[in-house]
């Protein structure tokens, strides 16, 4: 058969292809997505797991894994973070090269700190939905069920705060609370409740070395903290 044969037989073919990726924008925009996160992301974050097995990887961690993130992260909230990004970690990653000693506690040492990159409205869209498809803990998630509820304030800074010392780490407001862990005062509007009640429940499912202990929190408790944290974030509505 000549060439020229070849061609023409396999062109009806070819042409299928084609016309089905032209056909298919879902599968473009996912790829171009995944391409975004490849070439401006992946230089810090880690999109393709798995976590780090040392402590000594752990402290070299750059950014915040993200294999997981379609498992941790309302979209809502991915969409207008990405576009205007505000620190969430008050001394960033990894937090200890990042405070310094002051008259009283640590502080944070805010000149050694970058600002994040701020993506327009159509690359925020594009990444979002990428990062919506990487699912690396679907497993952990279908364990958790959080019913919708609601906790006083009071009694939810009881349990957080006295009950389980969570706030020796963690930030209830701004500039109050504990520097290692990241701010939850917006957990209600960034996170999945699953993903809050999981990680609560083992840190170390999802981070094997981090340092969040597991302080065997019982359900009843998972559930209230859930609702501590979303009333605490005025987006924090239940889904
Ligand atoms: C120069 C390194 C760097 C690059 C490049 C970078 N990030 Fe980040 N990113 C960080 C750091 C550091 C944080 C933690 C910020 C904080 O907690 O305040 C972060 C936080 C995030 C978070 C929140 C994660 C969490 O667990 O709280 C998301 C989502 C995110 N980045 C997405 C992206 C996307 C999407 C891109 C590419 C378009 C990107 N980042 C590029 C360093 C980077
Ligand atoms: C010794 C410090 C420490 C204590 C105590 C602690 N945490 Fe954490 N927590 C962390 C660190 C570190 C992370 C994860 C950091 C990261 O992903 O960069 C974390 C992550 C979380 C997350 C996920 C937040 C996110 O943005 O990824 C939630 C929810 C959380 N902790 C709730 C709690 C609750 C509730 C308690 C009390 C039962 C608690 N923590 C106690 C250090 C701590």
Redesign the pocket.
């Known amino acids: 058969m000549s060439p020229n044969h070849l061609l023409l037989r396999l062109l009806p073919g070819l042409l299928a292809v084609i016309l089905a990726l032209a056909l298919s924008p879902a599968w473009a925009g996912e790829s171009a997505g995944m391409a ?2 490849e070439s ?2 992946a ?3 880690n999109i393709s797991g798995p976590a780090p097995a040392t402590i000594h990887a752990l402290w070299a961690r ?5 294999f997981y ?1 379609g498992n ?2 309302r979209r809502t909230w ?1 969409v207008s ?2 576009q205007h ?6 001394a ?2 990894f937090y200890a090269d990042h405070v310094k000693p002051g008259p009283e506690r640590d502080m944070v040492d805010e000149s050694t700190l ?1 600002p ?2 701020a ?1 327009g409205a159509a ?1 925020a869209k594009l ?1 979002a939905d990428a ?1 919506m498809t990487l699912r690396a803990h679907d497993d952990l998630i279908a364990k958790e069920h959080v019913p919708a509820g609601s906790i006083s304030r009071s009694m939810g800074s009881l349990v957080f705060d006295k009950f389980l010392g969570c706030m020796a780490c963690h930030r209830v407001k701004p500039d109050f609370g504990g520097l290692s862990g ?1 701010e939850l005062y917006t957990a209600g509007a ?1 996170l999945k409740p699953a993903f809050m009640a999981s990680y609560i429940r083992s840190p170390q499912s999802w981070d094997p070395k981090i340092w969040m202990p597991n302080k065997h929190v019982s359900d009843t408790r998972i559930v209230q903290l859930v609702h501590y944290l979303q009333a605490l974030s005025k987006g924090g509505s239940h889904e």
């Open positions: 975004l996160l401006r992301c230089s810090c974050h750059k950014a915040p894994d993200l993130a941790k992260f991915l973070w990405l990004p505000v620190r969430i970690r008050p960033g990653e970058a994040h990159m993506l690359d990444a990062l990241p960034r």
